[in-house]
């Protein structure tokens, strides 16, 4: 019974306050990659919340530690990210010691794409692939392209 509890909590939190506004974005990615894909989005997001809760649960049983002190725990992690996320010299260094984990769960990713799809990268970003740039404003590829002041401010 515990498990069915933990699936709905995981499940509950894909309606957080925090997710609503991006949740329209992520879904229309999810359904332009493949019908299914809002389904496996929230399969994916509830699975993997019940996971990391149930494992918090269990190891934090096994070492001995309450509810309540994995609840202290949880709220200096979010004080710790809310303070990285506010004062720039800590998230600069955070961004610096993650960086190393950022690049491999990047080409993790990139490898886990569909290859019979292309690399979603490839399809949104140009300069991703080895295509030319598009050429702006008539300027010819040896020089660079002319911006035009009145585009930019109108």
């Known amino acids: 019974m515990d498990l069915v509890f933990g699936y709905l909590a995981g499940l509950l939190t894909l309606i957080n306050p925090c ?86 769960a990047d080409a993790g990713v990139d490898q886990v794409d569909l290859p019979w799809r292309g690399s979603t990268r490839a399809r949104h970003a140009p300069h991703a692939t080895n295509a030319p740039m598009p050429i702006q404003n008539g300027a010819q590829p040896s020089e660079p392209t002319k911006t035009s002041s009145r585009t930019l401010n109108s």
């Open 19 to 104: 997710v609503l506004p991006v949740l329209p974005i992520v879904l229309a990615s999810a359904l332009q990659a493949h019908r299914l894909g809002p389904v496996a989005l929230a399969l994916g997001m509830s699975a993997s919340f019940v996971v990391l809760g149930l494992t918090v649960a269990a190891l934090g049983a096994a070492i001995g530690l309450d509810a309540d002190t994995l609840a202290q725990i949880g709220a200096m992690l979010m004080i710790g990210f809310g303070l990285v996320l506010l004062v720039p010299r800590l998230n600069a260094g955070f961004a610096t010691v993650t960086a190393g984990f950022a690049a491999r």
